[in-house]
């Protein structure tokens, strides 16, 4: 038997909410760390909306 696995609308409609504000709030992507910040502002953008910084740094 095949599975359907489809994503909701509200899935996307959440991811797509946290890609404007990620990237309205300086969010980009030129290194791991900025990925890593990229994707947690991406997935917790409502903590960004509250003035949260996940902006991390790895010191590498």
């Known amino acids: 038997m095949r599975r359907n696995r489809s994503v909701s609308l ?7 909410i946290g890609l404007v504000v990620a990237l309205s709030n300086g969010y980009g992507i030129t290194d791991l760390s900025s990925l890593l910040s990229f994707l947690l502002a991406l997935f917790l953008w409502p903590l960004v909306l ?11």
């Open 10 to 16: 509200g899935t996307v409609i959440y991811l797509i």
């Open 50 to 60: 509250l003035g949260i910084d996940l902006h991390l740094s790895l010191g590498m």
